[in-house]
């Protein structure tokens, strides 16, 4: 019913409408996701700065091929509990490993003096380079499927990190009694039912758990070299991207539990000392 | 017990002031010599931590909105913009958005306090409606604050709810246009729930200012629920109640920092950091847990209006109490009887928060597939709001009036100070009373 009523939401809403008698969706499965841990879980947790590093180069060399990331500057990449910040260079667009990384990727421009459309070298003040100009132009290119932005990834999944690296290594091939349209992969991490996709004649056999994701294996063991010799296999590009995308989700998580801890301990104090306070204060009423 | 006023102006200049506009006397008498019960246990500290985040929330949105652009294309990256580039950005975001679950969850307990120690009875009755008022208002200011953002949940909550409307007869579908200043939620919706947001809260200041005026008028009601009656019931307000209440705010913002701080998104959806797509509906369109129980209310009934009037009826409902509540004792210490059906209405009110949260089809005991029952299995989520929403209603309109009228209350006590030399509840003096009864 609850279903129904977005469908009805959706549909802008008649009078009246029934809330039981709404059609019966099929429950849309999914495993649940690995059991990974990372250096930035908990209150006191912190990113590795080479993961991140390493993560930054499996994001731009294979994912950003697909995936935007609109919400995330070049400059961030050097800020504060960035991952190539280096406290000789306290404004970032000045560090020039952030420089140089920017100036790497060419970006479109006006140019001041004639209008025309130019390209030149990324500085750190710009924004990450999109794949694609526009929704339908990142269609057309991806079978009809949009490949989502990356900046809060990680936050906007149930499952946050853990998910995304489950979805990341757990592609496999179909089923034997399953057919999937061309251009979809078979996930089991990816919710989705598979009731229709099963082959003529297998139809009344239960559907695998898991969906059909509309993005190809995106990692494969030395896709990528990583700068300080780390192997690269598909779990280690995969653990050090999510990394990655977990610190982008939010650049300044490391200044908030730093934060947090100072506020928490002046806050335990206080109350210790109000406390005594109250106690002493009403020592002699009978209350 | 407001009284007389005991202010003496200690300088010339407070002594022209004051017969001129004699604030200094105001603040003295209401925050400084205003008597009150000697009594009064924790659960009466919530007033004063809903007062600080009444401020937090007002403050924090202030700034908030100094960079917030509210417009479909830009809102939702505006609200990250805040969080990555604004100094302290993720700090007074982060401290706004937890802070309306902070504010519900205080005013939920200040509100259950009421119920149990019977602070709404006369002559309270104008204290209460005010508080109904400030409840009604926060709801609607919480609910256009969570569009703001302009996720997934924040779009299709917004469609869901003023949907709503649409369902009175005849007037519905025109009242629906011009609340969303178009045909759908859009832009123009947007901005006006902006406006709107900004608003309430001065209008919830200004009823708190009612609120507190009524409040000072009979002065606290007490855990023994039986007025001041001598001065060695009362104690000045500052310095007992400031430090006992500033010790209890500053306990409050440790559970508030653990959010802010450690769990930021724990009270939120993942679906609301997915920027609004009005093409693509989320599985499942919940509210923020504090309306869940009203939502279970929604969705219990198998009518769209029927479900309309009983969530708004469910609110209506506190508005009445003062009235359905025929029992004279106030405090439910001596009364043994209503206290039972107290504690499964508060424990019914978290069963409606769950029914909620979970899609009705959904089974509440997991592999248990129930009998059939009219036009929903038995087990199913849908049944158990039903029956918990029942409750709701029956505990105000049914169990409320009739308590009153055929239960045998405990002995009251005398005066305030009695029952502080021998505790209620057969206790013996000196022994281990609950510490939280004691304050």
């Known amino acids: ?287 | 017990m407001s009284g007389h006023s005991t202010y003496e102006p200690k300088s010339g200049l407070e002594t022209w002031l004051d017969s001129r506009l004699p604030i200094l006397r105001f603040a003295n008498d209401t925050i400084v010599t205003f008597p009150t019960p000697k009594n009064l246990n924790y659960w009466w500290t919530f007033g004063a931590i809903l007062a600080l985040m009444l401020g937090i929330q007002i403050v924090t949105g202030i700034v908030l909105a100094m960079h917030y652009i509210p417009h479909v294309d830009m809102a939702f990256n505006s609200v990250q913009r805040i969080k990555r580039d604004v100094n302290y950005g993720w700090l007074i975001q982060g401290m706004h958005a937890n802070g309306a679950s902070m504010f519900f969850l205080a005013v939920y307990v200040h509100m259950f306090r009421n119920l149990y120690y019977g602070s709404y009875k006369a002559p309270r009755e104008v204290l209460w409606l005010l508080g109904c008022v400030i409840y009604l208002l926060m709801i609607g200011t919480a609910f256009f604050g969570y569009v703001l953002p302009w996720g997934q949940m924040s779009f299709h909550g917004a469609v869901v709810i003023t949907n709503l409307i649409g369902a009175l007869p005849v007037v519905g579908h025109a009242i629906t246009t011009w609340l969303w200043g178009g045909f759908a939620v859009d832009d123009p919706t947007l901005n006006r729930f902006f406006s709107l947001h900004y608003l309430l809260p001065f209008m919830i200041a200004g009823v708190v200012g009612l609120h507190i005026w009524a409040l000072h008028v009979p002065g606290n009601n007490n855990p023994v629920g039986i007025d001041v009656r001598s001065p060695q019931d009362s104690v000045p307000f500052h310095p007992y109640y400031t430090v006992k209440d500033g010790f209890a705010i500053s306990v409050f913002l440790i559970l508030y920092g653990v959010f802010v701080f450690w769990l930021p998104d724990a009270l939120g959806d993942a679906a609301n950091y997915i920027k609004a797509n009005p093409l693509v509906t989320p599985q499942h369109i919940v509210p923020e847990w504090y309306l869940l129980p009203f939502y279970a209310i929604l969705r219990a009934l198998p009518n769209k209006l029927m479900g309309v009037i009983a969530m708004f009826g469910a609110i209506a409902t506190i508005f009445v109490l003062p009235w359905l509540d025929t029992s004279k004792v106030r405090s439910m210490r001596y009364r043994p009887t209503i206290r039972l059906y107290f504690f499964i209405f508060v424990l019914d009110c978290i069963v409606l928060g769950f029914c909620g949260a979970h899609s009705p089809d959904d089974l509440v005991i997991p592999g248990v597939v129930g009998p059939q029952f009219l036009d929903a299995n038995l087990n199913s989520f849908v049944w158990l709001s039903r029956i918990a929403a029942l409750y709701y209603f029956a505990y105000f309109w049914v169990i409320t009036p009739l308590m009153g009228l055929t239960e045998t209350p405990l002995p009251v006590p005398e005066t305030i100070s009695s029952p502080v030399l021998s505790h209620p509840a057969a206790m013996p003096a000196g022994a281990a009373a609950s510490p939280e009864k004691r304050g």
């Open chain 1, 1 to 287: 019913m609850l279903r129904k009523s977005l469908a009805l939401a959706a549909l802008g809403l008649a009078l009246g409408l029934s809330w039981a008698a709404g059609p019966a969706f099929a429950a849309s499965t999914q495993e649940e996701p690995k059991d990974v841990h990372w250096s930035f879980e908990g209150p006191f947790g912190k990113f590795d700065k080479e993961q991140v590093q390493r993560g930054y180069k499996v994001y731009r060399e294979v994912c950003s091929a697909c995936h935007s990331m609109d919400l995330m500057y070049y400059r961030n990449l050097g800020q504060k509990g960035g991952p190539f910040f280096d406290p000789k260079y306290q404004n970032p667009n000045e560090n020039p490993v952030v420089k140089s990384l920017a100036h790497d990727i060419q970006v479109k421009d006006i140019d001041q003096d004639t209008g025309d459309v130019i390209s030149r070298p990324a500085t750190p003040a710009d924004k990450f380079l999109a794949p694609f100009p526009n929704e339908p132009a990142a269609r057309a290119s991806n079978g009809g499927a949009l490949p989502p932005d990356l900046s809060v990834i990680t936050r906007a999944r149930e499952g946050g990190p853990a998910y995304i690296y489950s979805l990341l290594t757990g592609f496999k091939g179909p089923p034997s009694d399953m057919s999937l349209p061309a251009g979809k992969y078979y996930d089991p991490y990816f919710p989705g039912d598979l009731t229709s996709s099963m082959k003529p004649g297998m139809a009344g056999h239960k559907p695998p758990v898991g969906g059909a994701i509309g993005m190809p294996p995106p990692l494969a063991d030395g896709k990528v070299t990583f700068d300080d010799g780390k192997p690269s296999t598909v779990n280690e590009e995969a653990y050090d991207v999510v990394a990655f995308l977990e610190w982008a989700a939010e650049p300044k998580a490391e200044e908030r539990k730093q934060f947090g801890l100072g506020a928490m301990i002046y806050l335990l104090i206080f109350s210790g000392l109000l406390y005594a306070s109250y106690k002493k204060l009403w020592k002699n009423i009978e209350h």
